[in-house]
């Protein structure tokens, strides 16, 4: 699987990318900003007053003042607590909210995306970045981040007040510092790709699983079962081997950073007892300083350990702006140069991935309310240019302008406002035949749907127990192909875009149902432009144009009538459908 077909950001992108999702809140991220810093203000307190707390206890103080010190050591610890607390939601909140809007933008990037691109790059990457990702990230925002950074301020605050004590202090701690650097380093650095592995050999993974299931049919008809068994656990134990040399790192980290606390807490006693024994600190100060060096491993731990987490969400994050940046380089502006209801291709060529062009500087302009037949032999490029004018495909070269719009670069919801397509494999969905219908248009009246339904000839509609409440599609009440296509029109008719493509949308029909689909779909197609990929030749020769396809490239063009006085490659089609059908 080549996992480089769809972009990965880059760290840099990903950190852009991040901050301008946070900075869409700015009032709310300066109010936990404050909050957070007034927890860690508070959790200064609690040191400083122990420390006080030692020096009257040393000088054989008095106990009121100590009872004092001690109800304002609970007062700031409680209110230490409670702002922290308030300070990690608020964030957890900013983030879940970012993160609600990414994952709409990736879903909404992994349907744009065309779909040779999807079926190069492997189903199994964009499943991967649309669930196992954006899980990862989730998890590590909403759960990581909030403590993260509560942590990062606390260290900030507590060196300040180390600082404030003596800076020597600062300067003793400091000292664990390049150790704790040197650490996280090494680990990021040999983390990172094991990380990217990891996410690889997952999607991977899914991958196989997918294509197992898919082929299942032909899986157990060939006997493949215990093959593809090991095809899936040589990808886990792929997977799995990754991930463990992960943990392997992660506990050789948490013995460094132990051996660098350890050498600052040293660190922390040796000034403290010397600055006392030469009178510059009290008791006290000392104790203070030696606590707020200890208040110091937990946070210092889980910002070192969390970057672990933090880098784990980077890839997964750089994975899913990849997926959003790639739309936005292949799907910019709309452009637009009429606003008619007309399809232009302009000089299209197109080849599907490892293949020859399947589509060759093909141009074709299809008139306001004209309506044009492509036909041709099986593998003639017909399908593919109906994908391309769907916007489904996009040209290697060239442009398909519908209704004005770029197809390739349109916005989805502008494109599909002009045109809709039916389509060969026309899916029913689950639900009444009332909801389905109301797909193609949630807010139609309850006198629209029958009219639609009997338009498209759907009489078999009264002869249903619940009419128009009737389940239908997967569990419900089974529609033969013919009645699904009809379904489909009726869907379309709906829609009422001004431009129309049926990709063979009657080639299910025996013959006794054909000429009950050829009419539905002429009801279904009054009034629009359309193109119909016709491999039932009655549908070319009742429209305006007919345009014959052979190995991607249009070899032949004009009217029905045209077409067979002219005797070429049309005029032959013709000869061969008519005899087959008095055979
Ligand atoms: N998803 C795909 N991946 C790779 N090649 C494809 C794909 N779909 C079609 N092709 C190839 O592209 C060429 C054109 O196929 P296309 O389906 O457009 O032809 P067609 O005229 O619609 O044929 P048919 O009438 O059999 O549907 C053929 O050589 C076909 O094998």
């Known amino acids: 699987m080549s996992t480089d077909i769809l972009p990965i950001a880059t760290p840099r992108e990903t950190r852009r990318a991040m901050w301008r999702l946070l900075a869409q809140r700015p009032g709310r991220l300066a109010l936990t900003v404050f909050v957070l810093l007034a927890a860690a203000c508070c959790g200064l307190a609690a040191p400083a007053i122990l420390g006080i707390m030692v020096n009257i206890a040393a000088g054989g103080g008095d106990v009121m003042n100590l009872l004092w010190l001690a109800i304002g050591l609970l007062v700031a610890g409680g209110c230490g607590a409670l702002l922290g607390i308030l300070g990690q939601n608020l964030l957890a909140r ?53 403590a993260f950074t509560s942590a990062a301020f606390t260290i900030a605050v507590t060196l300040l007040g180390l ?8 300067v003793a701690v400091l000292i664990a510092a390049p150790l704790q650097v040197f650490t996280l380093r090494w680990f990021l650095k040999r983390t990172a790709p094991i990380y990217r592995t990891v996410r690889i050999t997952e999607a991977n993974r899914t991958e196989q699983i997918i294509e197992t299931v898919h082929g299942s049919p ?49 660190a922390v006693l040796v000034v403290g007892f010397w600055l006392h024994s030469e009178g510059i600190v009290t008791i006290g100060a000392a104790t203070a300083a030696a606590l707020y060096f200890y208040r110091l ?23 899913m702006f990849g997926l959003t940046m790639s739309t936005a380089k292949t799907s910019p502006t709309a452009e637009s140069r009429a606003t008619d209801s007309s399809i232009v291709l302009d000089n299209v060529s197109f080849a599907y991935p490892g293949q020859g062009p399947a589509l060759h500087g093909v141009s074709l302009t299809v008139r306001p309310g004209e309506r044009v037949a492509i036909v041709g032999a099986s593998g003639a490029g017909k399908t593919t240019l109906a994908k391309v004018i769907m916007g489904l ?22 494109l599909h406002s002009r045109i809709a397509m039916v389509s060969q494999e ?14 193609a248009k949630p807010d139609a009246s309850p006198a629209e749907l029958p009219r639609v339904l009997a ?45 129309a ?54 070899i032949e063009s004009g009217p029905h009538q045209e077409l067979l006085a002219g005797g070429g490659r049309y005029a032959t089609l013709w000869e061969a459908w008519n005899s087959s059908l008095s055979r």
């Not at 025996?510 to 193109?531: F, I, K, P, W």
């Open 218 to 266: 032909s899986v157990l008809a060939l006997g493949l079962g215990s093959r593809h068994a090991e095809l899936v656990a040589t990808a886990s134990q792929e997977n799995i081997g990754h991930a463990l040399k992960g943990v392997s790192y992660l506990t050789r980290f948490y013995n460094r950073l132990n051996l660098a606390e350890l050498i600052g807490l040293s």
């Open 426 to 439: 026309v899916h029913v969905f689950s639900g009444t035949l009332a909801e389905d219908l109301k797909l």
């Open 393 to 414: 495909e996009h040209p290697d070269s060239g442009t398909a302008w519908v209704g004005g719009l770029d197809s390739a670069a349109a916005a989805p919801a502008d």
């Open 94 to 146: 900013i983030c879940e909210e970012a993160l609600a809007g990414l994952r709409e933008e990736v879903f909404a990037a992994a349907v744009r995306k065309p779909l040779a691109q999807l079926e190069k790059a492997g189903i199994g990457d964009v499943v991967a970045r649309v669930s196992g990702d954006v899980e990862a990230v989730s998890e590590a925002i909403s759960g990581v981040l909030p």
């Open 501 to 554: 493509v049926l990709d063979e949308a009657t080639a299910e029909a025996g013959t006794g149902s054909a000429t009950m689909l050829d009419q539905a779909a002429e009801a279904a197609l009054a009034g629009r432009t359309s193109v119909v990929i016709a491999h039932r030749l009655s549908q070319a020769a009742s429209a305006d144009t007919v345009v014959v396809m052979e190995q991607g490239r249009i």
């Open 163 to 170: 600082g404030v004590i003596d800076w020597r202090f600062a």
């Open 455 to 499: 338009a498209v000839g759907a009489t078999w509609m009264n002869t249903l127990d619940d009419g128009l409440e009737t389940p239908v599609g997967a569990g419900g009440h089974q529609l033969t192909p013919e009645q699904a296509q009809q379904l489909a029109l009726a869907r379309l008719m709906l829609k009422d875009p001004p431009i």
């Open 297 to 319: 491993f937990d946070p210092i731990g889980l910002v070192l350990g969390q970057f672990d987490e933090l880098q784990k969400a980077a890839a997964g994050l750089g994975r």
